[in-house]
Structure formats: C-alpha cells, structure tokens
C-alpha cells in the first residue's frame, strides 16, 4: 500500500513534461481521447494529480501537446523523405516507403489520431491541414522528377490514400511480403521500375530498421 501522501509526492518528483505525455500517446493509441484524464495518467506514473498542473495547464493543453506530438512523428518524417536526396524518381518513392515501412512515420498514433478526429472538429481540422500538407509534398516530390501537375495529383493521391489505407485497416504484412511487393508499388506510383541496387539497399536499410526496433 502507498502511504506517501498527497503533500509529499507534490514536494518530491513530478516527472516530466515528456514523461506525462508519452503516457498520454500510450493512453490515446490504447483507449483513444477518452483515455487522455489527467487522474489516471497520474496513476499509472505514480504521480500526484497535481504535479501534471506543473507542466500543462489543463487537460486542453495536454491535448494541444499531443496533436502536436502526432503531428512531428506523422507528417515531418513524411515531408522529410520527400525531400530526401534521390538520384532516380524510383529512388526518391523508395524513400518515401521506406518512412511508412521502417516506422519513422508513427501509424499508431496515426490511427489513434484520425479516430480522435472524428469526435473533435478541431482535431478533424487538424488532419485535414496534414493530409493537404502531405499531399502537396508528394505532388511536387513528383513534379521534381518529370510529372505533370495533374499527373502528379493523381499519383500523389494514390500513393497517399494507399498508405493511410493500410493504418485505417490495421493492415499486417510479414516483412518478406512487403518487400516482395515494393517494386511494383513504386512502378505503379511513379511509371519506373526501380533498379536491382536501389532494391537492395532499400532492403537493407529496413532491414536494419526492423532489427533496430525490436
């Protein structure tokens, strides 16, 4: 039994700021917003109720910091593989799958993020500016490479609505299987087969992915 009272948690350790919100993602992607409560967040750090008022100023504000927080492991890598160096277009989508396969893009909290959305008008507004931004970023990746701008839209609006399509339908596929189906992702979003040596490094870098995150 914790006999620590109330008054001497206050005075001792709070936590932290990052701390308090990594239980919150974890609280959002197992039992959605409604899990977000400052009372048993509180619990499960072993925290006082009031040492959360340390770091935000309400529930309001921890929300604002999540969607945030969503927001960096969602749409930055995104945008950022999308302007990573490439020297082929095939190459260039490579990247971009590889953001979705090797989890630098964050598809639980994404998923948890679109199911918040459809309760809160501000959180759906919130997904609506990134699926913009996003879909910008692809159009011009592929402008870049040759494409024209309604070709580019609608290859960007395939390749996108694939992507989140496997999040929505909490689509699992063995490594092998996605691997085995990359090149023709890529010939079908772009109209150019990758080369044997952009497979292979693109292999191995999510290959080491894998390992990294286990």
């Known amino acids: 039994m914790d006999t620590t009272s109330e008054t001497e948690k206050d005075t001792g350790w709070r936590g932290s700021r990052e701390g308090w919100l990594e239980a919150a993602k974890a609280a959002l992607i197992e039992g959605g917003v409604d899990a977000v409560k400052i009372q ?5 750090l072993g925290l006082s109720r009031t040492s959360f008022y340390w770091f935000f100023k309400d529930r309001e504000a921890l929300l604002d910091a999540l969607a945030a927080a969503w927001d960096e492991a969602t749409t930055a890598p995104l945008l950022a593989a999308t302007r990573a160096y490439a020297e082929t277009e095939a190459e260039a989508m490579l990247n971009v799958l590889a953001c979705f396969l090797s989890g630098g893009f964050d598809a639980g909290l994404e998923y948890a993020a679109r199911a918040w959305g459809l309760s809160d008008p501000a959180m759906a507004a919130r997904l609506a500016q990134a699926d913009a931004a996003r879909l910008e970023a692809l ?67 999510l290959r080491q992915a894998t390992r990294a995150a286990r």
């Open 40 to 44: 048993p967040l509180a619990k499960g």
């Open 139 to 205: 159009r011009a990746m592929l402008i870049t490479h040759g494409h024209d701008a309604e070709d580019a839209d609608v290859r960007a609006r395939t390749i996108y609505l694939v992507q989140i399509g496997y999040i929505s339908m909490r689509t699992e596929e063995t490594l092998e299987t996605r691997l085995s189906r990359i090149s023709h992702y890529v010939e079908i979003y772009t109209g150019r087969s990758p080369s044997a040596g952009e497979l292979a490094r693109f292999e191995a870098g």
